[in-house]
């Protein structure tokens, strides 16, 4: 019997690990960007007849920047600049940066990066002319915002934070709410939760250079890097984080003294003893634990979406009850599935009781706050299925509806197992030993919701039994026990249930924080929209960056597409190759056709010319407005060539 027991435990084990790993390593993605570009001054493609004294952009949020944000660079890729980059005056979503007088004529490049308000960094390019468009050097960085490898560790870092801040506030809550006989196995669960988190903030606080500039693992000890760092509102997080923790070191320790003081521990089972629940906690203690546990909450709702956006006191208040909530929740479930699998005294039936009060606190709690939330990065119903947050957020709902389901089942059998262990009204005296085993009272003396919820008899009930072995629950005369048994391994498994399924909500919540908000999403496109349909605003573009690779050594690069104004009629086509060093590359030929399949027109060739460094038209001539499909053909060699197909929006 206990070689079967201890391989379930070890099945449940590689279960839990190995869905925790395919979360991890299907969720783990670049983080999109939250921010976005809203306007730009001059704007993206224009042609000006006099030069601009300055670049300005905004952004549908408030950004961070440094001095070299924004880089102007001339057609023979020299700097511009005539001093750093800063914001606009009371504008935290409009940065800037001057530019010298007499500048000549022909394409300008900006490239600029910027870090969102809720820590995320973002980075792009565009071009502008005077005069008229012309051949350029400038090289324009086709890498992304990230960089992949400090991107990945970076993601891996911030699930194993969520993991470890969890398990650290779940069990401790779990121990001193429910109030369990014995502590001993859940102090390894505490110290694993201390120490992950230690171990993720620190790591966290040297990557997060790497992860903000786009470079790699190489430069993680890079001295101006970390210096950026501490003095950004995402380092002072970090760095609150790490006090909080020796703050919670100190309380831990003490608390486990006292807890040892009190008689909680117990003799052992041997004694007869500790089959009680332990003492409530003093309101110091409370006090204490609880300020602890939201000052921890509140150094993820600093840096994260609640940063940004509308009603931010109310979002960062909605983020760390949100995180406490699932904290306590999926915490407390580890605590509990140790508890029932490791501890050596059986776990009281009131224990298991008030862990299911709490538990159904937890779920309202994340219910109202995760209401808000959506309804706060959604804006709108056409946000739920028409965003990736919205439908990252529409798994996490059916993940919850499962994690919900199983709890229901954990609630109904912790109440079964709660009337199992409440004694009957009527005593009857010889019936004391006949019910000794599993779920039975321990004694006439005991509390009628402490008795243990264990599918092994009691030490007391052991020594006045009989030496034969325990009856199994199929064969035992009293139905209490009987009941008892069954219930525990159905608790043990619905347990299991909830904290594999939970796994998966933390993942895919972890995931859901680097995400763009679908409100942000839809703001930036009808904010692009309502700028191509201006009237009167100027000419504007549609610029496309296609990756490509023939797959001969050097054949890879990207090919900038610019289309403007992009409306009905006539257009101006330029295509500029970028090759693997992220320079301007030549190229023996390009083709670009246009297609509106929902009107049957087209293929309509562009007719592209070499025009010296790039390649273009000034007559493309599109008859409707729709979404068209764009072919374009990059020819390498006399015989490499490749095709890539991307859909432009063409405005009336």
Not at 49 to 72: C, H, N, Y
Not at 157 to 174: N, Q
Not at 455 to 481: F, L, N, R
Request: with cysteine; aromatic share 4%; net charge positive.
């Amino acid at each position: 019997m206990g070689r079967v027991r201890r391989t379930q435990r070890a099945a449940a084990l590689v279960a839990l690990l190995g869905t925790l790993v395919l979360l991890l390593l299907g969720g783990a993605t670049p983080a999109s960007a939250h921010s976005a570009v809203r306007d730009t001054d001059p704007r993206e493609g224009s042609v000006l007849k006099t030069a601009p004294r300055e670049v300005t952009m905004t952004f549908t949020e408030s950004v961070g920047i440094t001095d070299d944000s924004l880089r102007v660079l001339s057609p023979e890729n020299r700097r511009v600049n005539a001093g750093d980059t800063e914001h606009v005056s009371g504008s935290s979503d409009k940065v800037r940066v001057r530019l010298r007088d007499d500048l000549p004529d022909g394409t300008f490049t900006v490239a600029w990066r910027v870090v969102s308000a809720d820590s995320h960094p973002i980075s792009g390019a565009f071009t502008f002319s005077i005069g008229e468009p012309s051949a350029t050097t400038a090289t324009i960085s086709a890498e992304p915002a990230v960089n992949p490898a400090s991107g990945a560790l970076y993601d891996i870092a911030r699930y194993a934070a969520y993991a470890a801040v969890a398990l650290l506030i779940g069990v401790a809550v779990f121990v001193l709410a429910c109030r369990p006989p014995s502590t001993q196995p859940l102090r390894g669960l505490v110290r694993a939760g201390w120490w992950a988190l230690l171990g993720t903030t620190v790591v966290l606080v040297f990557l997060r250079g790497p992860y903000e500039r786009g470079t790699g693992p190489s430069t993680l000890l890079d001295p101006a890097l970390i210096e950026n760092t501490l003095t950004s509102r995402p380092g002072w997080a970090l760095l609150a984080r790490l006090v909080l923790l020796a703050g919670a070191a100190v309380f831990l320790v003490r608390t486990e003294a006292a807890l040892r003081r009190s008689g909680a521990e117990g003799p052992g089972p041997g004694s007869g003893q500790g089959q009680g629940t332990a003492p409530a906690p003093t309101p110091v203690v409370l006090a204490v634990g609880g300020f602890l546990a939201v000052a921890l909450a509140g150094t993820w709702a600093v840096a994260e979406h609640a940063s940004a956006g509308i009603q931010v006191p109310l979002a960062m208040t909605s983020t760390m009850l949100h995180l406490l909530a699932m904290a306590v929740w999926l915490g407390g479930l580890g605590a509990l599935l140790t508890a029932l699998h490791r501890s050596e005294i059986p776990l009281p039936a009131a224990s298991v009781h008030r862990f299911s009060r709490l538990a159904f606190t937890s779920v309202t709690v994340l219910v109202l706050t995760g209401v808000y939330q959506s309804w706060r990065g959604l804006g709108s119903l056409d946000a739920v299925f028409g965003t990736s947050y919205g439908r990252i957020l529409v798994a996490k709902v059916c993940a919850v509806v499962l994690l919900l389901a199983a709890a229901a089942f954990s609630r109904r059998w912790t109440a079964r197992l709660t009337e199992v262990a409440r004694p009957s009204k009527a005593r009857v005296p010889e019936m004391a030993v006949s019910v000794s085993g599993p779920g039975s009272a321990s004694g006439p003396a005991s509390d009628s919701t402490s008795g243990p919820v264990a599918d092994a008899p009691s030490p007391s009930s052991s020594s006045s039994s009989s030496p034969s072995p325990s009856p199994s629950p199929s064969s035992s005369p009293a139905s209490g026990a009987e009941g008892g048994g069954a219930g525990h391994r159905a608790l043990r498994r619905s347990v299991l249930a909830e904290v594999v399924v939970g796994v998966a909500v933390l993942v895919i919540t972890t995931v859901l924080t680097g995400t763009q908000p679908g409100r942000a999403e839809l703001e930036t496109a009808a904010a692009a929209e309502s700028t191509a349909n201006a009237a009167g605003g100027g000419p504007t573009a549609s610029t496309t960056l296609i990756p490509f690779d023939v797959g001969t050594p050097g054949g890879h690069g990207k090919v900038q597409i610019v289309l403007e104004p992009g409306r009905v009629g006539e257009n101006t086509v330029e295509a500029v190759v970028i090759g693997p060093d992220g320079g301007i590359a030549t190229v023996p030929e390009i083709k670009l056709s246009f297609t509106l399949k929902a009107q049957k027109i087209g293929p309509i060739d562009a007719r592209l010319t070499d025009q010296g460094g790039y390649w273009g038209t000034r007559s493309l001539n599109l008859p409707l407005a729709g979404t068209w499909t764009m072919k374009v053909t990059i020819r390498t060699s006399d015989i490499d060539q490749v095709s890539e197909t991307r859909r432009v929006k063409i405005a009336p």
